[in-house]
Each structure stands twice: as structure tokens, then as C-alpha cells.
């Protein structure tokens, strides 16, 4: 039997501005990683997401990225390990905030955009993030892109992870997700989506940017909820992966 837990970016609007369809896609997951302010995000915007996934039995994650409101967390920052590792205390406390108001304890943290992609070989930026999950709640699982160093260390490090792969990014040779200003690198086509996923779950391999054949670990499976067709994705997954003995469920 095959099993794997879906999840999505959510959250990430802001004050005025909305981005995603929360409450649409939040039906069909069964992990939400939420924008804790930083990168997108707001009290209300919290607020709000946290009390759907109470409604709809989804855990809450926290999805921390660099200050950047304006590039959305996924322009590259030169920041110092302190900066780092306080800059995710903050924003896990101030989630913690809203799911302890729903009687819900944070379940994960899945660094977002530039953060996240530097963790796939940034030791220093990699240990700040485990610091802060350490000196937080050392029972927080932690989310980590496949081939991350991110995922190493925190294992070595005694905290449980959670090994994400992705429905709608395009890989490189060595794991890495393709850059956003690379052509190829978001996958719009919904059916060429869900037969990489498949590939991934059952057989664990993808095939890189490059045509390189690639093996793959994946625990959780990611839908980016800015997307375009975020809600079409989660629904056809769902759909699909039903029909393939997939069984979908919460790490």
C-alpha cells in the first residue's frame, strides 16, 4: 500500500491582497504550511487559515521565510546565522499563536522559497533553522526539499523529518528545484503533473530538467497554493492517486 501526505502553501495573502484559493484547496490536503508574516501572511490571514484546518482535520505547519513582502520570500538574502534562526523563532511563535487559539498544536516547519532552496546545500542556514526549532519545540517535524542537506542534519540532530517533493516544480540533476527564471521550471500541465507524481510515490524516480534519470524520496507531496491551477492540482491528485491505491493521509 502506497501513502503519502498532501500539502500546500497557504496563507500567503495579505492585508488587502489575495493570493491562492485557501479555502478551496484546504479541503483536499492533509497538511497546510502557513505564511507566518514574513514573506506573506498577516494576523488575520493566520487567523483565518488556522481555523479552516480546524474545521477540515489538516495539520498546521509553519511555513517561515525571509522578510521580503515585496519578492515574496524568493529573492536570495545575505543574512547572518543569528538573523537566521531568530527570524524563524519569531515566526513560529507567532503561529503558535492561532493554532493553540484552535486547540491545535504546530505539527511542521517547511522553510519557504529562497530559505528553503538555500537548505539544499547551506550547512550554516540549515542549522540556524534547527536551532530555532530546538530552542522552540523539538517535537516540530521538519519539512525538507529531497537531496536537502536541511534534512541530513536535522536527522543527525535527533528531530523527525519529513522528505517533500513537489507536483508543479521541475527538477535539476542534482535534486534542486529548477530556478523560477529558468524556462520549464513550473509544471502547468495537470496530467504531466500527476503522472510525475505517480512515478515518484510508486516508483520512487523522476526524470530532471535535463532528462536525467533521478531517484527520489517522498513523504509529503507539495502543491504550491499560489499557482494558477493549485485547486485543479489538489482535485485531480486526489482523484488520481484514489485510483492508483495511493491513500493520502498526514505524516
Known amino acids: 500500500m502506497y501513502s503519502i501526505d498532501l500539502n500546500s502553501d497557504l496563507g500567503e495573502s495579505f492585508g488587502n491582497y489575495t493570493i491562492g484559493n485557501d479555502s478551496g484547496i484546504i479541503q483536499y490536503i492533509t497538511a497546510a504550511n502557513v505564511a507566518c508574516g514574513y514573506h506573506a501572511g498577516d494576523p488575520m490571514v493566520m487567523d483565518r487559515v488556522a481555523r479552516l484546518a480546524k474545521e477540515h482535520g489538516v495539520v498546521v505547519g509553519a511555513h517561515p521565510g525571509y522578510p521580503d513582502l515585496l519578492g515574496f520570500g524568493r529573492r536570495k538574502m545575505m543574512l547572518s546565522y543569528d538573523e537566521v534562526k ?36 547551506d550547512e550554516q542556514i540549515s542549522n540556524a533553522i ?32 519529513c522528505c517533500e517533493i513537489f507536483a508543479d ?17 513550473m509544471i502547468t500541465d495537470e496530467d504531466l503533473a500527476i503522472k510525475r507524481c505517480i512515478r515518484m510515490v510508486k516508483e520512487g524516480k523522476v526524470t530532471s530538467i535535463n532528462g536525467k534519470e533521478l531517484h527520489i524520496k517522498g513523504e509529503t507531496l507539495c502543491v504550491h497554493g499560489d499557482g494558477e491551477k493549485a485547486l485543479l492540482f489538489v482535485q485531480k491528485i486526489r482523484k488520481a492517486f484514489e485510483e492508483e491505491g495511493i491513500e493520502i493521509k498526514a505524516f
Not at 95 to 120: D, E, I, W
Not at 169 to 185: C, E, H, I, N, T
Request: net charge positive.
Open 86 to 121: 531568530n527570524y524563524v523563532k519569531y515566526q513560529l511563535g507567532a503561529l503558535s499563536a492561532f493554532t493553540r487559539t484552535y486547540g491545535m498544536k504546530l505539527h511542521h516547519v517547511a522553510p519557504h522559497g529562497a530559505m528553503g532552496n538555500q537548505c539544499q546545500n
Open 169 to 185: 516544480r521541475a527538477y535539476m540533476d542534482d535534486l534542486s528545484l529548477v530556478p523560477r527564471k529558468m524556462k520549464g521550471s
Open 130 to 161: 534547527i536551532d530555532a526549532i530546538l530552542d522552540v519545540n523539538p517535537e516540530l517535524i521538519v519539512y525538507y526539499c529531497a537531496g536537502a542537506v536541511l534534512g541530513e542534519i536535522a536527522s543527525d540532530r535527533g528531530l523527525r523529518t
